[in-house]
């Protein structure tokens, strides 16, 4: 009964894997650049940052229409983030070293640019709802960077993190609890930022990305 049960297994393995891979299917976005980030608040509303501007679709990803953001041509959005199909923000940096955050209140159809750079290069902001949110990147040559605003990003407060490098992206579960993960680090709060802890890992690498459920 042992080969007909590793036989078994072996097929078990493989309708499993042929099951999970076809579950993805390629869709074009209509350009021809890199695509930095996506963010959906329903299986039909999603928007991806790509160069000076935003793509948005309506239908889940069959069709994208381009949004521009209305800033000279060196700024770079590198992340969106929305919390329903008309408010939403965006971040990046231009070729100066000017960071940038911007906010939509009609879905992308227009941005506002939210007041001076609070960084270098914003690489990551994250809203919980229309009022608190925090923005991720780096300040200067390599340093570390993370603000939060508490009235939809008209104004931010630097907070204070450990002496690590540049930040990539981080996420909150709530208004206390969230990560913000870079250059061979990963910090948590448990108090809404007031105090950011850098935790252990034996990884010696980049991390790009961080998100929990």
Same mark, same amino acid.
């Given at each position: 009964?042992?080969?007909?049960?590793?036989?078994? @297994?072996?097929?078990?393995?493989? $309708?499993?894997? +042929?099951?999970?891979? /076809?579950? =993805? %299917?390629? *869709?074009?976005? #209509?350009?021809?650049?890199?695509?930095?980030?996506?963010?959906?608040?329903?299986?039909?509303?999603?928007?991806? @940052?790509?160069?000076?501007?935003? $793509?948005?679709? +309506?239908?889940?990803? /069959?069709? =994208? %229409?381009? *949004?521009?953001? #209305?800033?000279?041509?060196?700024?770079?959005?590198?992340?969106?983030?929305?919390?329903?199909?008309?408010?939403?923000?965006?971040?990046?940096?231009?070729?100066?070293?000017?960071?940038?955050?911007?906010?939509?209140t009609d879905g992308g159809d227009t941005w506002s640019d939210l007041g001076p750079g609070i960084g270098t290069s914003m690489s990551r902001v994250f809203f919980l709802n229309g009022r608190i949110g925090w923005a991720v990147g780096q300040d200067g040559c390599c340093e570390g960077k993370i603000a939060r605003t508490l009235d939809g990003g008209a104004s931010w407060v630097d907070q204070q993190i450990p002496e690590v490098g540049y930040l990539e992206s981080g996420f909150f579960l709530d208004s206390l609890l969230g990560w913000a993960v870079g250059n061979q680090a990963i910090l948590k709060t448990t108090n809404g930022g007031n105090v950011w802890v850098e935790q252990d890992t034996e990884y010696t690498h980049s991390f790009d990305a961080v998100t929990l459920h």
């Open positions: 009964m042992k080969p007909i049960s590793i036989l078994l @297994a072996i097929c078990t393995l493989f $309708l499993s894997y +042929t099951s999970l891979y /076809s579950q =993805w %299917i390629s *869709q074009e976005s #209509g350009t021809g650049g890199f695509l930095w980030s996506v963010d959906f608040v329903d299986h039909d509303n999603g928007w991806i @940052a790509y160069r000076d501007s935003v $793509l948005r679709t +309506t239908n889940g990803g /069959s069709d =994208w %229409i381009k *949004q521009w953001i #209305g800033l000279p041509s060196a700024f770079g959005v590198q992340a969106v983030d929305f919390i329903d199909t008309q408010r939403g923000w965006a971040c990046g940096g231009d070729t100066s070293g000017y960071g940038l955050i911007v906010r939509t």
